[in-house]
């Protein structure tokens, strides 16, 4: 089992950067696929992008490709989203998820979130 506490949201201006963190409970954060996902008001939550446990494979939502950066600490337990050009359109609630491959299905574990305001 992994506890997930994201931080770093807040408010930017369009065109500026964030970058947020997802830091993990246990010993085992490097077993775990870890990927963010957002959800805007009034919208369903989306897939925003994925890292797998080594960091060898990433991917993105097309809407967010070459803006952000996923990345991983294993030595320090933490995910990383950088966030930049960012537009009013990135403004959500940012979750981190974690789920080990062989469990397959829908990530099992999931943090409260952490709310990215972008303004013009």
């Known amino acids: 089992q992994v506890q997930l506490v994201e931080s770093g949201g807040g408010l930017v201006q369009a065109g500026g950067s964030l970058r947020l963190s997802c830091a993990a409970s246990g010993r085992t954060f490097s077993s775990y696929v870890m990927a963010w996902f957002r959800q805007a008001p009034g919208k369903e939550r989306e897939f925003v992008s994925v890292i797998t446990e080594n960091s060898y494979v990433t991917s993105y939502a097309d809407s967010v490709k070459g803006r952000f950066t996923i990345s991983r600490d294993n030595a320090k337990n933490t995910l990383y989203l950088q966030m930049n050009s960012v537009n009013t359109e990135d403004t959500a609630v940012y979750y981190c998820?974690?789920?080990?491959?062989?469990?397959?299905?829908?990530?099992?574990?999931w943090g409260q979130g952490t709310q990215v305001t972008v303004s013009s």
């Open positions: 998820a974690a789920k080990l491959r062989r469990d397959g299905g829908p990530y099992k574990y």
